[in-house]
């Protein structure tokens, strides 16, 4: 009973602290902390805690542990996680003037910006990117001996293997498939909607259509579930944010439906499900995989490192940065793995049990990790969140909030040292900023030769 109380009050306290520096939680107006609090931390990180705490889970991974005493140390790890991060929130935006509320709706009635002066030069850019873009896309498939995507169309077995290897096998250069492969097409895809929902440019059009295709592609090629509708809605954000829809209760169903019905067709179909128990049942299917699978490393995460193996102290940084002190690279989902599913990673068919960024933070830093990594994850988020609404809305600017909007999210139930040094978002903001920059320097300069000359 007192854990369910404990639960409850922490449930209520953090509800309101993230309503208010979010500006709104309801489904119709989505944004970057609403999609972090339901997603990343309700459903995905909440919930499950206080089955596992209560011993209600019934899970195959917490059945792995051998001291029930991380039930509890995790279970009040995470009421602190859920209480600190939107108090950091709140303290930020106090300290930096920022209404929430205010400025989401102006954001939200503001017009596209754009210079269509401009606009002919970046299409310049935009095509060297398209291509690299493309390029990539042909390597990624070429250094690939099978893509899991097209093994499915062909009625190829053993896809869990092939998953495997496409997503954690892959013999090609890794960064350079995630940065312009992965990370730059769906971004780019955004970038030519929303120009061409602003010129109707039938070059920004094509773009639009050949970025679309390869970005469902991309999304897909390794037979995940997840990123497809992590895209989908992206371009919902994209659509709110310039004007083009206005979401209603009944559109939200229609969604939902629409995706509830595509998540157990690919369950059907990929995996072989055809259980109806299973699919309803709260530790298993779609649903356990939300609300227990999600979280369930983190406990694990809390019991091996630092009695069974050593805290990783940084190790989980990118490789980039440890190669110049001559470090080797280890993520702690992957040792997690190992050391209680060894027969699955010795068959080929398990890769990393990844969850809440406090599991990552806590394998290279111990409680302190947790402690100060809530407080820092939540002022990265808040200054984020403040930083787009406050930048000129032109298609740039729009298509980056809505990519971080969905992708920051899932990074939170992903790892935690992506928001210590990600290569990718560093690229994308030094690459995007500098482009307008160098425009903006240009058009002052042909400004002022005009004056001049006239």
């Known amino acids: 009973m007192l854990y369910i109380v404990l639960w409850l009050i922490t449930l209520i306290t953090s509800t309101f602290l993230f309503y208010k520096v979010s500006g709104s939680l309801s489904l119709l107006k989505p944004n970057l902390i609403s999609i972090t609090y339901y997603y990343s931390l309700l459903v995905s990180s909440f919930i499950g805690p206080l089955l596992i705490v209560l011993k209600l889970d019934n899970n195959y991974m917490i059945h792995r542990m051998q001291d029930d005493t991380y039930r509890i140390i995790g279970f009040l790890w995470l009421c602190y996680i859920m209480i600190i991060i939107p108090l950091t929130m709140l303290m930020l935006s106090r300290w930096v003037g920022f209404n929430a509320k205010k400025e989401l709706d102006s954001y939200l009635k503001a017009p596209i910006t754009t210079d269509l002066r401009e606009g002919k030069d970046y299409f310049y850019i935009f095509s060297i990117l398209m291509f690299l873009s493309i390029s990539a896309i042909i390597y990624m498939i070429m250094q690939l001996n099978n893509v899991p995507l097209i093994a499915a169309l062909t009625g190829g077995t053993d896809l869990g293997r092939l998953r495997i290897e496409a997503s954690h096998g892959f013999q090609g250069n890794v960064l350079f498939k995630n940065i312009f ?3 730059l097409t769906p971004i780019l895809s955004l970038i030519a909607y929303v120009y061409y929902i602003k010129t109707k440019l039938f070059r920004w059009k094509i ?13 897909i090629y390794d037979l995940q579930k997840a990123p497809v509708f992590f895209y989908i809605l992206m371009f919902i954000l994209i659509k709110l944010y310039i004007g083009k829809i206005k979401l209603s209760i009944k559109k939200v169903a229609i969604l939902a ?3 509830i019905i595509s998540i157990i067709t690919m369950y059907v179909f990929i995996q072989g499900v055809t259980n109806v128990n299973q699919f309803l049942s709260y530790n298993s299917g779609p649903i356990g995989r939300l609300i227990l699978s999600q979280i369930a490393p983190f406990f694990l995460h809390l019991e091996l490192f630092g009695n069974q193996v050593d805290f990783l102290n940084g190790r989980s940084l990118p490789n980039i940065l440890l190669q110049f002190y001559d470090l080797e690279h280890v993520r702690s989902a992957r040792l997690v793995m190992e050391q ?17 960024f406090a599991g990552e933070a806590y394998a290279n830093f111990g409680y302190w990790g947790i402690l100060f990594g809530a407080i820092y994850l939540g002022a990265f988020i808040q200054v984020m969140y403040i930083f787009f609404l406050r930048m000129p809305k032109n298609p740039v600017f729009i298509s980056l909030f ?24 560093l690229f994308v903001f030094s690459l995007f900023l500098s ?6 320097v240009k058009q002052e300069f042909q400004r002022i030769y005009f004056k001049q000359a006239h």
């Open 435 to 440: 482009t307008l920059f160098c425009l903006k």
């Open 207 to 219: 773009s639009f259509m050949l970025m679309f295709v390869l970005s469902i592609f991309v999304s």
């Open 181 to 183: 492969a992965l990370g």
């Open 257 to 259: 439906s629409v995706g």
């Open 402 to 425: 809505a990519f971080f909007t969905v992708n920051i999210p899932r990074v939170v139930v992903g790892g935690f040292m992506d928001f210590i040094f990600n290569p990718f978002w």
């Open 340 to 356: 209680y599913f060894p027969d699955k990673v010795q068959e080929g068919t398990a890769g990393v049990l990844n969850t809440v």
